[in-house]
C-alpha cells in the first residue's frame, strides 16, 4: 500500500506546476502582478485577503516581511476570486499543455475517477489545525477533469503542508531552523531553500547558533544524530498526521497512483518544474 510520503511525492510535480508554468506567469502578468506577489496572493487567495503577517505565519517558513510586502501590492491590484480563477485556469492549461508535448494519451474517464478519488479522500478527512487545507476545501470543484485532478492534488499538497508546519513548531524550532535543518537532511547545498523564502545571511548565522546550542547541528554545521533524529521524527509526525488521507483513498489505490505516476513523470520530464525559481530579496535598508 502506499504511503503518505510517495503520495506527497506523486502530487507534487502536479500541485506545484501552478508556481512554474509559462502559463501562471502570463496570467498574473496581465493582473499586473510580478512572481513573488502572485505566487503569495494566488496561493493563500482562497483564505480570503489576509494581512500578510497571517499568510507568512500559515505558510510557515517565509521571512515575513517579504511575505507582508508582497501580499501588500497583490492585494492593491487585484482581488482573490479573479486570482483564483486566473490560477486554476493556467493550471490546467499548463499540465494540458506539458502532457500533449509528452505525447500522453490519457483517458478522460481516468482523469475523473483519479480526481475523484483524491476529492473523496480529501473531503473524508479532518480539516483541524489545517487552515489552507480547508480553505482549498471550501472553494467549489473544477468542472474540468484535469482543473480537477490538479485540484485534488494541491488539496493533498496543503494539508500536508499544514501539517508539516504544526510539527516542526511542536518540535521547539523556527523557521529557519527547519530549513537550515532540512537542507542538510536532504543534502543540498547551504542556502538552498533558506535563500529562496527570504532569510538573509545573518538569519541563518543566528539560526545555526541556536541549532548549535541545540546540539542539532556541529560547529562545522554539519548535522548531528540528534539533529538527524529530530529532522526524521518531524517527517515521521507528519507522515502519521497524512494516514488517514490515504486509508481513505484504500482499495482504490492502484487505479489513482498509475495516473499520478504518468502525469507527474510528464511533468518532471518536461524540464519545467523550476523555471521560476527565484531568490526572494529583503527590504530595502534590512540586515
Not at 539560526?207 to 518531524?234: H, N, Q, V, W
Amino acid at each position: 500500500m502506499i504511503n503518505p510520503r510517495q503520495l506527497r511525492d506523486l502530487v507534487e510535480p502536479i500541485a506545484a506546476t501552478v508556481y512554474f508554468a509559462q502559463e501562471s506567469k502570463e496570467a498574473y502578468e496581465k493582473l499586473g502582478l510580478t512572481f513573488i506577489p502572485g505566487y503569495f496572493c494566488s496561493r493563500s487567495a482562497c483564505l480570503g485577503k489576509l494581512p500578510g503577517e497571517v499568510v507568512a505565519a500559515i505558510f510557515g517558513s517565509f521571512n515575513p516581511e517579504i511575505v507582508a510586502s508582497a501580499v501588500k501590492t497583490g492585494w492593491d491590484i487585484t482581488e482573490p476570486s479573479i486570482l483564483l480563477e486566473a490560477r486554476l485556469q493556467s493550471a490546467t492549461a499548463a499540465i494540458k499543455r506539458i502532457i500533449s508535448s509528452q505525447s500522453m494519451t490519457l483517458q478522460s474517464d481516468k482523469i475523473e475517477e483519479a480526481a475523484r478519488i483524491l476529492k473523496n479522500a480529501a473531503y473524508s478527512v479532518s480539516v483541524d489545525g489545517r487552515p489552507l487545507f480547508a480553505a482549498l476545501r471550501s472553494l467549489p470543484w473544477p468542472d474540468d477533469p484535469i482543473g480537477a485532478l490538479f485540484r485534488g492534488c494541491d488539496l493533498v499538497r496543503e494539508r500536508r503542508g499544514d501539517t508539516h508546519v504544526s510539527a516542526w513548531v511542536a518540535g521547539g524550532l523556527e523557521a529557519v531552523e527547519i530549513l537550515i535543518l532540512t537542507e542538510l537532511w536532504y543534502g543540498v547545498p547551504s542556502g538552498s531553500f533558506t535563500y529562496t523564502r527570504g532569510w538573509s545571511q545573518t538569519d541563518i548565522q543566528d539560526a545555526s547558533t541556536k541549532l548549535i546550542e541545540k546540539g542539532f547541528i556541529s560547529d562545522d554545521g554539519s548535522l548531528t544524530d540528534s539533529g538527524r533524529e529530530m529532522r526524521d521524527s518531524i517527517e515521521d509526525a507528519t507522515d502519521r498526521a497524512e494516514q488517514s488521507l490515504v486509508d481513505e483513498i484504500g482499495e482504490r489505490e492502484n487505479i489513482l497512483v498509475g495516473l499520478l505516476e504518468k502525469v507527474s513523470s510528464a511533468i518532471i520530464d518536461s524540464g519545467e518544474a523550476g523555471m521560476y525559481r527565484q531568490t526572494l530579496q529583503r527590504p530595502a535598508g534590512a540586515s
